[in-house]
Nanobody
Framework: QVQLVESGGGLVQAGGSLRLSCAASGRTFSSYGMGWFRQAPGKEREFAAAITRSGGSTYYADSVKGRFTVSRDNAKNTVYLQMNGLRPEGTAVYYC?????????????????WGQGTQVTVSS
């Protein structure tokens, strides 16, 4: 069992930056690949970024590629999402999730554990 707690959300102007953190409980964090998803009001949850267990491979949605960076610190049981160049359409609840697959997955069905989410609001 893994418990995930996101933090770092808030209100930011378009073009600004935020760094989200996701702290995981337990001593097996390095056994899980991690992902970030987001859900805008009235829309389905969508994939943003993923990183493998070691942090050696990452994968991004086209909509965030070049602006977002996912990273992890296994010693601190934490995964991060650095978001630069935020756009109003990036307003959403951002979730981190944990999976047991060996690749940086973009698929909801690969993820076993989810956090409660943190709100990011981007003003124009």
């Amino acid at each position: 069992q893994v418990q995930l707690v996101e933090s770092g959300g808030g209100l930011v102007q378009a073009g600004g930056s935020l760094r989200l953190s996701c702290a995981a409980s337990g001593r097996t964090f390095s056994s899980y690949g991690m992902g970030w998803f987001r859900q805008a009001p009235g829309k389905e949850r969508e994939f943003a970024a993923a990183i493998t267990r070691s942090g050696g491979s990452t994968y991004y949605a086209d909509s965030v590629k070049g602006r977002f960076t996912v990273s992890r610190d296994n010693a601190k049981n934490t995964v991060y999402l650095q978001m630069n160049g935020l756009r109003p359409e990036g307003t959403a609840v951002y979730y981190c999730a944990a999976n047991r697959v060996a690749w940086p997955s973009s698929l909801n069905r690969d993820y076993d554990y989810w956090g409660q989410g943190t709100q990011v609001t981007v003003s124009s």
